[in-house]
């Protein structure tokens, strides 16, 4: 019996949680766009050196050998200098909506908390209820921020390892 109550609990708390996330589509589409972009030239970045090394890196160097290893590692050093920023504009888009999810948390919260009869706060510790209020919304929007974003960056980083172990392996 307790278990079919909390998997409803869980279900329910799901469909809203979705329903915050929803509204803040755009920032979270931004966000997994420049994830994905960012571990694509991650994975190119190996990909480089590991020509270099094949291609270029022989006992008789001559002066077109380095002037192509130099261009190849200038392309290394954008692609990480992008790397860099599709990771840091991933974060705040993620940040954004996880702060505007966080908001509209504590708003409807806050809208059914003065709708509660003065008789709920009789039994209740002065602070015991805006300090759960404050806690749980900034713990919500820790789970947006880091770990959804965690969460889909190491998921699209799979997804590219397993496409580039099929592209070199063929």
């Known amino acids: 019996m307790k278990k ?16 915050y996330a929803k509204g803040e589509s755009k920032s979270l589409s931004i966000g997994l766009f420049l994830s994905v972009m960012r571990t694509a030239l991650e994975i190119i970045g190996p990909m480089i050196i590991g020509y270099i ?3 270029y890196i022989k006992l008789d160097m001559d002066i077109r050998d380095f002037m192509a290893i130099a261009k190849l590692l200038l392309l290394y050093l954008v692609i990480y200098v992008l790397c860099g ?3 840091n504009l991933a ?5 954004q909506a996880a702060n505007k999810i966080s908001f509209s948390v504590q708003k409807d919260v806050y809208k059914h908390v003065t709708k509660l009869p003065i ?7 002065a602070g015991n209820i805006v300090s759960r209020i404050t806690n749980d919304t900034n713990r919500l929007k820790t ?4 770990i959804l974003a ?5 998921g699209i980083i799979i997804i590219f390892i397993y496409g580039m172990i099929l592209v070199v392996s063929f």
Request: aromatic share 16%.
């Open 143 to 146: 789970m947006f921020r880091l």
């Open 4 to 19: 079919m109550k909390n998997k409803k609990r869980n279900e329910f708390v799901k469909q809203r949680l979705w329903r």
């Open 53 to 55: 090394l094949n291609n």
């Open 85 to 87: 920023l599709f990771s």
């Open 91 to 95: 974060l705040i888009s993620f940040e």
């Open 119 to 125: 008789s709920y706060f009789d039994n209740l510790p």
């Open 150 to 154: 965690d969460m889909t960056t190491s």
